[in-house]
Every structure is written in structure tokens, then in C-alpha cells.
């Protein structure tokens, strides 16, 4: 039933009366709803109009997490969306080639198989500080290498093979996609020294005999015994390059002019010196012969302010298993975080250096107070005077890697010094293992020299290749080359065929594949080879064949597109630059000795020594007595 219009008033019926309207307080109503309707309206067109990209997060101000919005709605309401991590930006002391880091660092000492353990390979082994044995050694401070990419606080090459990975060769990258060779600068002084037990002299720059490259803090570079000019170069990138005459001489990247005097070591030097990575002027260094006037062999630690020796190590060790020899062609490495110099010598033994470092940067000075502890091994069958270690170390965290020339590889604790596990391989070995964490695991990549498979003279042997487990010392796969020698060791002219260079574990666009170079593959003296293998199968994927033999190490560069291309240098003096995804040859160059003289010479180059890159100029030694600056464009 529809409600009536009237209201009841004393039991009679009336319309109800009508108040008189307010008109101004209508009036008021009405234009508060027109103002608000025209904000909601502004508002709504606004949202419409608003680019979905440039909506701006929303985030509660009582929490870290940023909010995100929904890009595909019009509506205006935000929705909650993460926001990408920041990528890390590469430092100055930071290899391009190297970033970003890959390796975790976590991988863990695994259980070695009874043919490589210690106890199953009868090792006795010794730590000793002084005369006395340490019976329980716990090193203090520990010993813990990063990633390479965070080996050193100052650019450049500071020792073999750039880092504690012993995996880079180059800094930084190429302009662009290279196509020739140009040789740029040479110093051509540097002399010889005869030998201590050969009728020939050591002359130029020998085996491994790689240069080193710093870009030196330039308050730390304006203290420095440098010529006046190069004291106050700003940007200048110094070369180091030790050499069989007893000096270790220096350059500027820029125009191979000297930078300063030659420290007169005097004694031959063949293998790679180290700068200290933490930027300091200090420079370690192993001798070669013992052809010295002074009669000593052994390392030594220099001071880069002004030349002078800091400390002195004897080779000729009575601690050692072997203390008929005591030179020290290995590359030093240094932890600067721990303060410790890690040294091995052809004695046979590990020395490791509390270095006591002190270096005031305000005035230059610096000094060591060694606190040295010695480690040293022998094995079943094997004596001690074929236990000399030549390669230098590699090390993951805080194992260290190296061979001897009876032919073992070697995992140590560096911190207790108790070996984890000794492979035999199948022949002497003087390269330099090579580390890569890969997939949770880490590996060593190494081979052998053609050495002792037969007796002494000439023959065609076997080089073999491996990839091992670095945790355990388990082979995951070997392969091998064919190649000749000159077995001579006893007539001083023993000239090896097979794996003298450091091989190289792909990077960027060759992540897949690791390249080794073997020498003397169409026979005596004659042929090189380097092959590209698959790192996970093994499998060649690639080889390239060269005229002349060589001990050089092969070293890989690339473009800012991450494409890669592989130096090696022959016993012609010649320089060769390959593709390194197909072993293609892009170019080579014959270097030249008194190039734009009357007295040009193209004979006589052999180049043993293994060169570092550093931006688009290769730097490379030669027995000649020349170093050469060859630009790659």
C-alpha cells in the first residue's frame, strides 16, 4: 500500500506545511559539488594521459623494499613489482678481461683417490722455520686468495700469467676488430752473461721471461728513482723486464724509452719477477744461474723507490732434499691480505715470507722484516734431486698448485702445509697449472714436455694434456700431441719439444674451449702447434699450424665485444695473431732488429720469452737482446 501524503494532527488529517527554502545555503551545495566534480575529472584525465613508463614507484617509507607499479593498468593504483639489483662497476685496478668475477670461491677440498693421496704415493713431508721442525703448523695470518679479478689494488701484470688463476696475460681490451700488426718501439741494449757450467753465454731474455706492466700511484711514482720526465708522467705504465745479463731493466708502455737505471742483479735471471699487488714499490725476484761474481743463488726483494735489496733468500739450502742447485725460475706470487711472499725454488722447496711490510706512502719509504718458513717434501722412488719445481704456483683460496720435474703435480695446504694429494704424469712438466672454477667445481689444466721417454738424443715423443679435478686430483680427460726433442741434458744444448707455454682457458666468446701450444711438431726444431680443445669432452676443436717451434706462451686478448684473438710468438721472431674461435690467422709480423738502420736484422730473434698485452700493445723479450713494442689494429 502506497504511504499518504498526509500527517495526522489531532486525529484530523492536514498537508504537512513547507518550510520557506534557504537559497544560500543551496547555492553553496551546489558549488562544492561542481568543484569536486571537476577535481575527480582533472585527476581521471591526468592518470589517462600519464605514460605507464614513467609511473614512479611507490615505496613504504618504514621498509627497504621497493614497490613497483603496474604498467598495464589506467586505473592509477600502484602494484607492488621488485626492483633490479644494480650491477657492480668495474674498479681501476680491475682487468677488464677478467670481469665480471666468476669465481665463488667455496669449493671444498674433496677425498683423493688412493693412487694420488698422500699416504698412498708415501709422501714424508717437513715444515721447518730455521733448523727446527714444526711438528703442528698452523699458519697465522691464513692465507685466502679472492677471485683473480681482485688480486691486486693497481693496474697491470704483476707476475706470471697476471694473477693467483695464473689465467690473464692481457689488460684491458682492443679499440676495435684488429687486422694488422705494426712494430712500434725496441730496446736493443740489453747484453749477456756467460754460463756457470756451459761453454755458451745466457743472452737477451730467456724462458719464461714475461715483462710486467704497473700503472703506478702517482704520488708513489713522483718518489721513485725515474728519469725527471717519466717521474712526472701522469698515466705512464711502466714494463719490468728481467733479463739473462743480470739486470732487470725498465720502460714506458708508450714509447719503450727507459724509465729509469737498470738494477744490476748480477746473475742471470730467466723466469718472471712479481710486483707486489697491494700497489707497493717492491719488486721479488728469482735467479737462474749461479754466474753471479758473488757466487750466490737464490731470490731477492728489491725496493722500486730506489733500487736497493731489501732481503736476501739462499737456493743453496742445507735444509733442502736437493742442495746441489738452488736457482728460482718460478714466479713469485704474494697475498697481501695475509703479508706473504709464497716462493718456490728448484731446491725442491715452498718458501713462504711473513713480510713484516712497511710502507709509508708520505715519504717513501718501505722495508720487510721476513719471518720465512720453509716446506719440504719427498716421495716414494723419487730422489731428491729431481724434485726442483720450475712452474709457478697457481692457487684456489689457499691451495696451492705446482709441478716438479719428476714429473708430479702437487695440491698443498698452504696454511697447515700438508699435501692434499701428487698425480704422476707421464713426463716432466715446467708449465704453470692454469685454475678455473666451473660449475661448483674447480679444475687445473696442465701438460708435459717430450723429457725423459727414451734416453738421450734425438726422438719423437708425446705430449700429453690434461684436465684434472683440482679438489680430488682426478683426471676428468687426457689427450696427447706428437713431438720431437734434443735430449742433451748432460752436453748443456737440451732443447724440449712438446708443452713449454702456459695454455689458456678461454674467455667471453671462447669460454668453451682452453688452448695449449706444443712445440716441435714437424721435427727437430721445427713446428709448433696450437690446439683448441673443448674444455668439457676434450675434444679438439681447432688447431693451428705454424713453421717454427717455440717455448713461448700463447696469450689471449680481446675486443670490447668480447671477441677473442690469441698472440704467440715463435723462435723466428715472429709474431703471430690468430682468431680465436676458428684458429684462423688474421696476421702475423716478422719483428726486426735496428729496424730503420743500415743494420736491420730479421735472424737471431728467438723469442722463448712469453709476452703480456696491455691495451693494444704487445710487449715481448727476445735472445737477441731486443724487447719489443708491436701495436695490434
Known amino acids: ?74 586505473s592509477g593504483i600502484v ?64 692465507i685466502a686468495f679472492a677471485d683473480p679479478l681482485d688480486y691486486q689494488t693497481v693496474p697491470g701484470i704483476l707476475t706470471f700469467r697476471g694473477n693467483n688463476y695464473r689465467n690473464c696475460a692481457s689488460w684491458g681490451t682492443l679499440d676495435s676488430v684488429p687486422t694488422t700488426l705494426e712494430q712500434v718501439w725496441e730496446y736493443r741494449n740489453i747484453g749477456s752473461m756467460p754460463s756457470s757450467a756451459w761453454s755458451f753465454s745466457w743472452t737477451g731474455t730467456g724462458w719464461t721471461g714475461q715483462p710486467l706492466a704497473v700503472q703506478w700511484d702517482y704520488d708513489i711514482q713522483q718518489k ?8 712526472i708522467k701522469q698515466g705512464m705504465t711502466e714494463i719490468i723486464q728481467a733479463a739473462m745479463d743480470g739486470k732487470i731493466y725498465f720502460f714506458d708502455l708508450e714509447d719503450g724509452k727507459p724509465t729509469r737505471d737498470p738494477i744490476k742483479l748480477g746473475a742471470t735471471i730467466k723466469g718472471t719477477p712479481a710486483i707486489d699487488p697491494r700497489g707497493y714499490p717492491i719488486l721479488y725476484i728469482g735467479q737462474g744461474d749461479s754466474n753471479g761474481a758473488d757466487g750466490k743463488i737464490g731470490f731477492r726483494i728489491f725496493s722500486l723507490i730506489d733500487g736497493k735489496l731489501l732481503h736476501f733468500q739462499t737456493g743453496k739450502d742445507s735444509r ?28 725442491g722447496m715452498i718458501y713462504t715470507v711473513k713480510l713484516n711490510t712497511f710502507f709509508d706512502k708520505a715519504s717513501g719509504m718501505v722495508s720487510v722484516s721476513p719471518d720465512t718458513v720453509v716446506y719440504r717434501y719427498i716421495l716414494n722412488g723419487i730422489t731428491g734431486g729431481s724434485i726442483g719445481v720450475e712452474s709457478s704456483m697457481s692457487v684456489y683460496d689457499h691451495y696451492g698448485f705446482f ?25 716432466d712438466s715446467d708449465v704453470t697449472p692454469v685454475i678455473e672454477e666451473e660449475n661448483g667445481r674447480v679444475f687445473l689444466y696442465i701438460g708435459t714436455e717430450v ?93 693451428y699450424e705454424m713453421n717454427l717451434y717455440s717455448w713461448s706462451s700463447p696469450v689471449d686478448c680481446y675486443d670490447a665485444e668480447g671477441n677473442a684473438y690469441i698472440v704467440m710468438c715463435d723462435s723466428g721472431g715472429q709474431i703471430h695473431l690468430v682468431n680465436g674461435q676458428t684458429g684462423e690467422r688474421i696476421t702475423y709480423l716478422q719483428t726486426i732488429r735496428n729496424k730503420g738502420t743500415t743494420n736491420e736484422v730479421k735472424t737471431g730473434l728467438n723469442m722463448e ?24 689494429t
Open 79 to 142: 602494484i607492488a613489482s621488485p626492483t633490479p639489483t644494480p650491477e657492480s662497476s668495474r674498479q681501476p685496478y680491475q682487468n677488464e678481461v677478467l670481469f665480471p668475477a666468476k669465481s665463488k670461491m667455496d669449493v671444498a677440498i674433496g677425498q683423493p683417490a688412493s693412487d694420488v693421496s698422500p699416504s698412498g704415493r708415501g709422501v714424508s713431508q717437513d715444515v721447518m722455520r730455521g733448523d727446527s721442525k714444526i711438528s703442528s703448523f698452523e699458519r697465522d695470518p691464513k
Open 320 to 347: 733442502a732434499h736437493r742442495t746441489s742447485w738452488g736457482a728460482c725460475d718460478s714466479s713469485p706470487i704474494v697475498n697481501g691480505a695475509s703479508d706473504t711472499l709464497i716462493f718456490p725454488s728448484e731446491n
Open 1 to 74: 500500500m502506497r504511504q499518504s501524503q498526509y500527517v495526522r494532527y489531532d486525529n484530523q488529517f492536514h498537508r504537512p506545511r513547507r518550510k520557506k527554502p534557504d537559497y544560500a545555503l543551496r547555492f553553496m551545495i551546489g558549488m562544492t559539488a561542481v568543484l569536486t566534480c571537476a577535481v575527480l575529472v582533472l585527476v581521471l584525465v591526468t592518470v589517462l594521459k600519464q605514460d605507464p613508463k614513467e609511473t614512479s614507484p611507490v615505496v613504504n617509507s618504514s621498509s627497504t623494499t621497493p614497490v613497483a607499479t603496474d604498467n598495464n593498468s589506467t
Open 609 to 632: 720469452s712469453s709476452p703480456i698485452v696491455i691495451g693494444d700493445i704487445i710487449v715481448i723479450g727476445s735472445r737477441s737482446g731486443s724487447v719489443f713494442g708491436v701495436k695490434i
Open 403 to 427: 709441478a716438479d720435474n719428476s714429473g708430479n703435480l702437487y695440491c698443498v695446504d698452504l696454511n697447515t702445509f700438508k699435501m692434499i694429494w701428487a698425480k704422476q704424469l707421464d713426463d
Open 224 to 231: 721513485m728513482n725515474m728519469y725527471p720526465d717519466k717521474r
Open 451 to 543: 723429457d725423459w721417454q727414451k734416453n738421450e738424443g734425438d726422438y719423437m715423443g708425446a705430449s700429453y694434456t690434461y684436465k684434472i679435478d683440482a679438489m680430488t686430483g682426478e683426471e676428468i680427460w687426457q689427450t696427447s700431441q706428437s713431438c720431437w726433442t734434443h735430449n742433451g741434458a748432460t752436453t748443456g744444448d737440451d732443447v724440449n719439444g712438446g708443452m713449454l707455454g702456459t695454455p689458456i682457458v678461454g674467455k667471453k666468446s671462447i669460454s668453451d674451449l682452453v688452448i695449449f701450444s706444443y712445440c716441435m711438431t714437424k721435427g727437430l726444431y721445427s713446428g709448433n702447434r696450437l690446439v683448441a680443445y673443448n674444455k668439457s669432452t676434450g675434444e679438439q676443436v681447432w688447431s
